[in-house]
């Protein structure tokens, strides 16, 4: 019973993607806006949502053991960034190879996912060196919490700035296909995109959230540990959204809305989320977590050289599947 009702998350997961997605896409093209901004902000936060609740709710949770829930919390937090920059990326790639081969490219907006990049690396720079602070250093906790999250709104400010020159040369945000509320009879215009954007929404939120407590029932079965759980299996079920959304874009051709969504999330979730855990939980250093940070930063430099060289092909994106594969293999063994 517990894996039918993993597959009908998935499937609800699934159809409400395409619906968030195709919703977006209007919402771009309405808005006049590069694809930068529809899928580095309005995707990644949109979809960020799911895996955002899991560490706020989990510390906030009143659980009589406050370790699990700073386990559970923390290995969230840093799980999510850790499987953007190596599965998601890997299954991106994996989803094209048949029509672009290996030697196949990659081809997003290059300025838009250097920002990305320079903004993530940076701030999970800040996110290892605060685990050399003692919690008893609240003032040196919090400035660096304050900087990470003061950094993401400066984030917001230049992908925003920067998206009217993109769309002047060509990165505008086109619809791929009909809006689907639109094939029921009703117009296209901000209202019905809103509905169709809030039910897409809605629908990923209740399939991670389902998806989520599915597999902490199937992980209790199999005796996994909670901060293997958090680290490793909820942020496969929370990245869900991710990963569905640049596939869908990447095989429609997409690219800059695909890494976008990806490497827009990263922002998000390596630095709001990280600053919480700084100021929130006392953040110690454990070799599972430099372990995390440390593959997390290695996939997000490679992207970085990658896209500074303008040649990213799909095997490429191979090594990140590897480098995911290596956290795994000292994780577990």
Known sequence: MIFLNLCFMLLVILVSAEIFTNALEHLGEKLKISEGVTGSIFA??????????????????????????EE??????LGAPLMLSTLTLFLMAFSVLKHRGLQGHLKPEKTGLIRD??????????????LF????????????????????????????RASKKLVEVGHATEASSPM?????????????????????????????KGFIVGVEE???????????????IIPIATELPEKINSILWVRKGKDTLAFGNVTGAMVFQG???????????PWAPRKEIYLSILITLISAIWIRFLIQRSNIKVWHLGINGALYLTYLFFTLF
């Not at 906790?141 to 900087?147: A, E, H, P, T, V």
């Not at 901000?190 to 629908?203: A, D, F, K, V």
């Open 271 to 281: 630095t709001l989320l990280p600053a919480i855990g700084i100021i929130l939980t």
């Open 72 to 77: 559970v919390g923390v290995g969230a937090i």
């Open 44 to 69: 990644a936060i949109g979809t960020a949502l799911p895996e955002t609740l899991v560490p706020l709710l989990a510390l906030m949770s009143n659980h009589e053991n406050q370790t699990i829930n």
């Open 180 to 208: 689907f509320l639109e094939k029921i009879g009703l117009p296209n215009n901000y209202m019905i995109i809103s509905i169709q954007l809030l039910l897409g929404l809605i629908l990923l939120i209740y399939g991670a």
């Open 218 to 232: 199937a992980s209790s079965l199999m005796g996994i540990s909670t901060l293997i759980l958090s680290m490793l």
């Open 117 to 130: 990049l320079d903004f993530f690396i940076i701030s999970f720079l800040f996110a290892g060196a605060a």
């Open 133 to 160: 602070i003692p919690h008893s250093s609240a003032l040196a906790r919090d400035l660096i919490g304050f900087i990470m999250i003061f950094s993401y709104f400066i984030y917001l400010l230049l992908t925003i």
